[in-house]
C-alpha cells in the first residue's frame, strides 16, 4: 500500500499529544463551570447565506453537498445560498443564530462556554489550520447587559490560562470610548480610518503608519504625531489616564472610556494580579465591538500573535423584539495547543491513561486478571489486562512501552497478589480492594515541558 499523505491544516495528534489538548479542554470547562457558565453544542453547519451576511470571509467557508445531490433550480448554474450548507468558520455566527432561535428558553442574561470544532479554508502554516477546536466564553444579555461584566468575562478567560501551562502571558485592554474620544478631542473626524491605520503598527512600524494617518486620515502632522504617543501607551495600573491628558485629550466620551478601562483594570488585577495591562495601540476589532476589547500574548511567544481576544459588543442578535449584547473572549485552542507541543512546554506525566497493566499467567487464569481489574477500576483507578498470557519479563516490557507505572501480578492457587512498581522495582503484596497507586500516579498529570522558562 502506498504511503498515505498527510492533509496539510488538519492536525491529528498522537495519543500523548492529545492528552495535552485534552487537558487544555479540561481546564476551560472546569474553570468556566466553576464561574456557573454553561457549555452549549450548536450543529455545525448554517445556511451559506447566514455565514456569509458580512461578507468577510466567503473565500474561507467550507460547503456541504452530497456526492449525488439532487438535480433541480441551481442545475441552471445559479446557487440558493438560503439553501446551501456551509459548515461553521467561528462560534459566533452559531451563538446568534442559536439566542434567537432558543431565546423564549434560555434565562439572560446567558452564561453560555462552548468548545467546538470549527473549519475555515485559509493558507495552513504555522498554527493556523483548516480544522480546529476554538473555545467560546460569552455572557449575552436581553436588551442591557451590566459594564461590569466585562471585567468578569476577562477575568475567568485569565484564571483559564493562568491554569495552563505557559509562560507568563498579559491580557492587553483598551475600550472604543477611550481611543474615538481621544481622536475627536484632537479634531480627528474619521475614527474608523484612524483606527484602521494604527492596527498596521505591529506590522509595518511607526515610520509607515504615521504616512497612513497622513495620506488616508487627513491628519496633520501634530496630529498624527499624537496618534502615535497615544497608541505607545502601556501602564499596569490607571495612569494611562493622566497620559492620555497630558496628550490633549479631553471630552465626556474620552472620560468615560477612561473609567470604563480603569474599572477593568483594577477588577481583574485584584482577581488574578500582574496578568492585565492597558494597552492604546490594540484598535483591531474596534469597528465592531463597543466596550473594552481585549488581545493576549504569551511572553517569548509573540510570534503567535493574540492567543485570546474579544470584547463587548452590543449587536450579536436583534429580532423585533429585543436585542442582544454580549461580552465574549475566544481562544484559538487547537493553535494554542500546538504552541505548547512545538515548543515543548507542556507533556504528559504518561503516554497512556493506565495506571496498571495486570498480568495473566496463562489463558486458564485470565478470568481472575479480569476480576481484578473490574476492582480496580471500580474504585477509578485506570487499568488493562495484558493481551496475550507470555512469560512475565516480556509483560513488563510492554508496560514499560506504553508507559504504564505498574504490573499487578493475581495470586493463582491461593497465591497473594503482588503488585510492581517496574520504575524502581519495588514489589509487594496488595490487595486489588484497598490498594491505592501514589497520588502523582493515579492520574495522568500535565506537566511543565524543558520549553518553559525556569522561574
Same mark, same amino acid.
Given at each position: 500500500?502506498?504511503?498515505?499523505?498527510?492533509?496539510?491544516?488538519?492536525? +491529528? !495528534?498522537?495519543?500523548?499529544?492529545?492528552?495535552?489538548?485534552?487537558?487544555?479542554?479540561?481546564?476551560?470547562?472546569? #474553570?468556566?463551570?466553576?464561574? &456557573?457558565?454553561?457549555?452549549?453544542?450548536?450543529?455545525?453547519?448554517?445556511?451559506?447565506?447566514?455565514?456569509?451576511?458580512?461578507?468577510?470571509?466567503?473565500?474561507?467557508?467550507?460547503?456541504?453537498?452530497?456526492?449525488?445531490?439532487?438535480?433541480?433550480?441551481?442545475?441552471?448554474?445559479?446557487?440558493?445560498?438560503?439553501?446551501?450548507?456551509?459548515?461553521?468558520?467561528?462560534?459566533?455566527? @452559531?451563538?446568534?443564530?442559536?439566542?434567537?432561535?432558543?431565546?423564549?428558553?434560555?434565562?439572560? @442574561?446567558?452564561?453560555?462556554?462552548?468548545?467546538?470544532? #470549527? !473549519?475555515?479554508?485559509?493558507?495552513?502554516?504555522?498554527?493556523?489550520?483548516?480544522?480546529?477546536?476554538?473555545?467560546?466564553?460569552?455572557?449575552?444579555?436581553?436588551?442591557?447587559?451590566?459594564?461590569?461584566?466585562?471585567?468578569?468575562?476577562?477575568?475567568?478567560?485569565?484564571?483559564?490560562?493562568?491554569?495552563?501551562?505557559?509562560?507568563?502571558?498579559?491580557?492587553?485592554?483598551?475600550?472604543?470610548?477611550l481611543s474615538e474620544g481621544f481622536f475627536r478631542s484632537i479634531g480627528l473626524e474619521d475614527q474608523s480610518a484612524v483606527l484602521r491605520?494604527?492596527?498596521?503598527?505591529?506590522?509595518?512600524?511607526?515610520?509607515?503608519?504615521?504616512?497612513?494617518? *497622513?495620506?488616508?486620515?487627513?491628519?496633520?502632522?501634530?496630529?498624527?504625531?499624537?496618534?502615535?504617543?497615544?497608541?505607545?501607551?502601556?501602564?499596569?495600573?490607571?495612569?494611562?489616564?493622566?497620559?492620555?491628558?497630558?496628550?490633549?485629550?479631553?471630552?465626556?466620551?474620552? +472620560?468615560?472610556?477612561?473609567?470604563?478601562?480603569?474599572?477593568?483594570?483594577? =477588577?481583574?488585577?485584584?482577581?488574578?494580579?500582574?496578568?492585565?495591562?492597558?494597552?492604546?495601540?490594540?484598535?483591531?476589532? $474596534?469597528?465592531?465591538?463597543?466596550?473594552?476589547?481585549f488581545e493576549t500574548f504569551v511572553a517569548g511567544h509573540e510570534s503567535l500573535g493574540s492567543i485570546c481576544s474579544g470584547g463587548r459588543?452590543?449587536? $450579536?442578535?436583534?429580532?423585533?423584539?429585543?436585542?442582544?449584547?454580549?461580552?465574549?473572549?475566544?481562544? &484559538?485552542?487547537?493553535? *494554542?495547543?500546538?504552541?505548547l507541543l512545538s515548543a515543548h512546554l507542556a507533556t504528559p506525566s504518561r503516554a497512556v491513561p493506565t495506571c496498571v497493566l495486570v498480568?495473566?499467567?496463562?489463558? +486458564?487464569?485470565?478470568?481472575?486478571?479480569?476480576?481484578?481489574?473490574?476492582? *480496580?477500576?471500580? =474504585?477509578?483507578?485506570?487499568?488493562?489486562?495484558?493481551?496475550?498470557?507470555?512469560?512475565?519479563?516480556?509483560?513488563?516490557?510492554?508496560?514499560?512501552?506504553?508507559?504504564?507505572?505498574?504490573? !499487578?501480578?493475581?495470586?493463582?492457587?491461593?497465591?497473594?497478589?503482588? #503488585?510492581?512498581?517496574?520504575?524502581?522495582? +519495588?514489589?509487594?503484596?496488595?490487595?486489588?480492594?484497598? !490498594?491505592?497507586?501514589?497520588?502523582?500516579?493515579?492520574? #495522568?498529570?500535565?506537566?511543565?515541558?524543558?520549553?518553559?522558562?525556569?522561574?
Amino acid at each position: 500500500m502506498a504511503k498515505i499523505a498527510a492533509l496539510s491544516g488538519f492536525p +491529528e !495528534w498522537l495519543p500523548a499529544e492529545r492528552l495535552v489538548e485534552q487537558h487544555v479542554i479540561d481546564v476551560f470547562r472546569e #474553570v468556566a463551570e466553576l464561574h &456557573g457558565f454553561s457549555g452549549i453544542e450548536t450543529r455545525a453547519v448554517e445556511p451559506l447565506d447566514q455565514l456569509l451576511r458580512k461578507g468577510e470571509i466567503d473565500k474561507e467557508v467550507y460547503v456541504l453537498r452530497r456526492l449525488h445531490a439532487e438535480e433541480d433550480g441551481a442545475a441552471a448554474g445559479r446557487e440558493d445560498r438560503s439553501r446551501t450548507l456551509g459548515l461553521h468558520f467561528d462560534l459566533t455566527v @452559531p451563538l446568534a443564530r442559536y439566542v434567537l432561535e432558543h431565546q423564549n428558553d434560555l434565562a439572560f @442574561p446567558l452564561r453560555r462556554f462552548q468548545i467546538q470544532k #470549527v !473549519w475555515r479554508g485559509e493558507r495552513p502554516q504555522d498554527g493556523r489550520f483548516r480544522e480546529f477546536y476554538q473555545a467560546d466564553l460569552d455572557v449575552i444579555g436581553q436588551d442591557s447587559l451590566p459594564g461590569h461584566i466585562e471585567a468578569e468575562v476577562a477575568t475567568v478567560m485569565a484564571e483559564i490560562l493562568d491554569r495552563l501551562p505557559l509562560p507568563q502571558f498579559t491580557i492587553h485592554a483598551n475600550t472604543r470610548r477611550l481611543s474615538e474620544g481621544f481622536f475627536r478631542s484632537i479634531g480627528l473626524e474619521d475614527q474608523s480610518a484612524v483606527l484602521r491605520s494604527l492596527d498596521k503598527l505591529p506590522k509595518i512600524g511607526a515610520d509607515a503608519v504615521r504616512d497612513l494617518l *497622513l495620506s488616508e486620515t487627513g491628519a496633520t502632522a501634530e496630529q498624527a504625531q499624537a496618534c502615535l504617543d497615544f497608541a505607545a501607551i502601556r501602564t499596569r495600573d490607571g495612569s494611562f489616564a493622566q497620559q492620555v491628558r497630558e496628550l490633549g485629550g479631553s471630552g465626556e466620551m474620552l +472620560e468615560q472610556g477612561i473609567a470604563e478601562l480603569t474599572a477593568v483594570l483594577e =477588577r481583574v488585577e485584584a482577581a488574578v494580579p500582574g496578568v492585565i495591562m492597558a494597552d492604546l495601540s490594540i484598535a483591531r476589532g $474596534l469597528d465592531y465591538y463597543t466596550g473594552t476589547v481585549f488581545e493576549t500574548f504569551v511572553a517569548g511567544h509573540e510570534s503567535l500573535g493574540s492567543i485570546c481576544s474579544g470584547g463587548r459588543y452590543d449587536s $450579536l442578535a436583534a429580532d423585533n423584539r429585543h436585542t442582544y449584547p454580549g461580552v465574549g473572549l475566544s481562544i &484559538g485552542l487547537s493553535r *494554542l495547543v500546538s504552541r505548547l507541543l512545538s515548543a515543548h512546554l507542556a507533556t504528559p506525566s504518561r503516554a497512556v491513561p493506565t495506571c496498571v497493566l495486570v498480568s495473566v499467567a496463562n489463558e +486458564e487464569h485470565r478470568g481472575l486478571s479480569d476480576t481484578v481489574a473490574r476492582s *480496580l477500576r471500580g =474504585r477509578g483507578i485506570a487499568c488493562e489486562v495484558a493481551p496475550a498470557a507470555a512469560k512475565f519479563g516480556k509483560q513488563i516490557r510492554y508496560a514499560d512501552r506504553r508507559g504504564i507505572p505498574f504490573i !499487578w501480578f493475581p495470586g493463582t492457587d491461593g497465591g497473594a497478589d503482588e #503488585v510492581k512498581d517496574i520504575r524502581n522495582g +519495588e514489589q509487594s503484596v496488595a490487595d486489588a480492594a484497598a !490498594w491505592e497507586p501514589p497520588a502523582e500516579d493515579r492520574t #495522568v498529570r500535565i506537566l511543565p515541558g524543558p520549553g518553559m522558562p525556569s522561574s
